[in-house]
């Protein structure tokens, strides 16, 4: 999976997040995200995580993207 189109999405779903994704296995299917996002305030660890994820779920349910290691920051 392309990191730009995994950033990309990240951004079109959480408007105004600052995103960085890395593919350390250099495999293309299992990624880190780091996120920070104004939004995540007031959010636990899993509902910032839900977040993420419910805009990558095409992908996550396709196969292109097997798994995804998330750090959340609140802005």
């Given at each position: 999976m392309?990191?730009?189109?995994?950033?990309?999405?990240?951004?079109?779903?959480?408007p105004g997040a600052i995103v960085e994704v890395l593919d350390?296995?250099?495999?293309g299917v299992h990624l880190q995200a780091r996120v920070?996002?104004?939004g995540f305030a007031g959010k636990t660890?899993?509902?910032q995580?839900?977040?993420?994820?419910?805009?990558?779920?095409e992908?996550?349910?396709g196969g292109d993207l097997h798994a995804l290691a998330l750090e959340t920051?609140?802005?």
């Open positions: 392309d990191l730009e189109s995994i950033r990309q999405r990240i951004e079109k779903t959480l350390p296995r250099r495999d920070t996002y104004a660890l899993l509902e995580h839900r977040m993420v994820y419910d805009g990558l779920a992908e996550l349910k920051i609140t802005a």
